[in-house]
């Protein structure tokens, strides 16, 4: 994907004036928020190293992929704190997906924390409904 091709994340914005910097470069992320928009793209693309990376060490798994799922939209439902200048954040999204034929969306509120000047996902909750 070119850099000024619309970023997946669905900001409005090209990929490298939203999630490309950050793609290539974690501390770029100002924000949980952004942070955030970067792991779905890199989803949407493939960065499965970023998605390594960006994971918090205490809580991130072995390997990271999609397994098939295909990314299809990018919806932030909230945000609390994760400016920054705070040290823990927390985003509510949806995230939609299509596997083979079926399409569905993952909801979750995600706690991010910061860490040696840089955001890092930890874990999130399942939101039902």
Do not use: I
């Amino acid at each position: 994907m070119r850099s000024s091709e619309l970023c997946p994340c669905g900001s409005g914005r090209s990929l490298g004036r939203c999630c490309g910097p950050v793609l290539d470069d974690p501390k770029t992320a100002a924000t949980a928020e952004s942070l955030m928009r970067s792991r779905y793209s890199a989803h949407v693309l493939g960065r499965w190293n970023h998605l390594y990376v960006t994971w918090h060490p205490r809580t991130r798994p072995e390997l990271v992929d999609d397994d098939g799922l295909v990314w299809t939209g990018l919806e932030v439902v909230r945000t609390e704190d994760g400016r920054p200048g705070d040290r823990t954040g927390v985003v509510e999204y949806v995230a939609s997906f299509r596997f083979g034929k079926k399409r569905d969306a993952l909801h979750e509120t995600a706690r991010f924390q910061r860490r040696a000047g840089r955001w890092f996902y930890v874990d999130g909750d399942l939101v039902e409904g």
